[in-house]
């Protein structure tokens, strides 16, 4: 094998594990990927926290679609968001690099960490506006899930 081929084996490495948060249940509620808290009967919180290489359309998406699956999970057909907080957050970086007394470079870097949270009424009847089969099978096929 040359030396190329392994160089760029490494460089795909290296992408493939720098990526955005995956779909997974979080640690605790400020771990990333998604967490799920029963408020009362019927209701629960959803959220979803993601890296800086998570897009806020994705974050939304994941807990979307873990709400429908935890209505799925608990026996109910349908739900309705009755709140919704975008908690994410912006962070600006600054690098200056100095080359001898005349010469600096400066870069500024801005990383988004998206955290959704919603809180969503589910039900067993088919009245409520969200479908949770169909937003399930909608998302993971959206979303290339298995």
């Not at 460089?11 to 799920?36: E, H, N, R, V």
């Not at 808290?37 to 679609?65: P, V």
């Not at 005349?102 to 955290?115: G, H, L, N």
């Amino acid at each position: 094998m040359n030396i190329f081929k392994l160089i760029f084996m490494f460089l795909c490495t290296i992408l493939i594990t720098s990526c955005a948060t995956a779909y997974k249940q979080a640690k605790s509620p400020t771990g990333t990927g998604y967490y799920d808290t029963l408020l009362q009967q019927g209701m629960y919180e959803i959220t979803f926290n993601g890296n800086a290489d998570t897009s806020t359309t994705t974050a939304q998406d994941y807990t979307l679609l873990r709400a429908a699956e935890v209505c799925i999970e608990n026996g109910y057909k349908t739900f309705d968001i009755v709140n919704l907080n975008d908690n994410s957050k912006t962070e600006t970086s600054i690098y200056t690099n100095y080359y001898g007394r005349r010469f600096a470079d400066t870069t500024v870097s801005t990383s988004t960490y998206p955290k959704i949270a919603i809180i969503i009424k589910c039900s067993t009847e088919e009245n409520l506006t969200f479908v949770a089969e169909e937003i399930r099978t909608n998302l993971r096929k959206k979303l290339n899930l298995q």
